[in-house]
């Protein structure tokens, strides 16, 4: 147990200018704080905690091992984001400093956590948790059992700094997947976190495919639950983006996951689109625009296409689907050939 601290500051801001400071003293064993915009230093939150309230606040940041901390952290080469200064005192001591710049201690956010109950420093849409369930219905997609994973259960925790990926196929063979690494979980969180904002609530079903609910807990603001269909016409926008960064964190995992395979997720046309094909006659062979109204196919599904002036029809395999609104098609639709079948 170090000595009884006297007096602590932190002060964090960006190169703007823009910041928060707080000061605080300990007398008699009671925690008193001063803080303020650093903008705005003339505006001051005065907060003092009972006798009490200061003990348990006091061994919550004894627990922060701040006297461990290195004097300087220091990411070099980027002239923006965050900057930080902390000082504290025990009494007896002599005062220490210690600062940074894009770079922090391990255990930095458990840092702010405690600070945070003396002033806000934490934004409320902090992602702490974030849970995905994905539930296949056997035989949904295509006429043959190419897919017979019954649920996928999705849990990236903050706290925690783990990825968690349980699978049960139905038949008695679970798999999970266990991830920890505290600051790449938490730069997977705060990657995903600007995709989440634009998230909105589609609610809608589209009966025979997979279906999902997700859910989102933050540190102070109300949760964000999603539900309903999963393929890109009742998923948010940018859903592929979002679950495509999460999957480039553990995709060394030999397993196949059904909630991370595009062919769920980026399939689903939306009103006004139209689907196109990329078809091939041979493997590794020249890819061709075909357009289809049938939105049931599938990379590697075989097709019937017209070919060449007298309209042959041949057979030739799906090597991509793409859609497309009438402003965006790569191919004039009044000379594009159709897929037969």
Known sequence: MRELLEYLMLSIGTFSGSGKKVEITVDNGCVSAKSFEVSNPEQQDIKKLSRKKSKVWLEELESIGINRWKP????PYILDGTQWELEYKDDGKRCRHISGCNAFPENWDDFLEVMDKITPFIEPERIELIKLDFRNLVDSISATPKHNICSE?????????????????????????????????????????????EFEDMQMDDEGYPVYELRIKYYKKPELKLKGTYNRRCLPSNWSVFIEKIYSSIKYSSFVWDVFHPQFYNRGVKPGEYIFCSVSFEEYGKTY????????????????VPVGK????????????????????????????????
């Open 72 to 75: 300087r952290y220091h990411t």
């Open 153 to 197: 259960t999705l849990v990236i925790s903050r706290k925690d700094g783990t990825l968690i990926l349980l699978q049960n196929t139905g038949a008695g063979q679970d798999v999970t997947l266990t991830y920890k690494d505290l600051r790449r979980v938490r730069d997977v969180i705060k990657m995903c976190a600007e995709f989440i904002e």
């Open 289 to 304: 625009y075909y357009l289809t109204d049938d939105d049931t196919l599938e990379i590697g599904d075989e097709v019937l």
């Open 310 to 341: 007298n309209n042959i029809l041949k057979t030739a395999v799906v090597e991509d689907i793409e859609y497309y609104t009438e402003d965006t098609v790569p191919f004039p639709l009044d000379k594009i050939k159709r897929i037969v079948l």
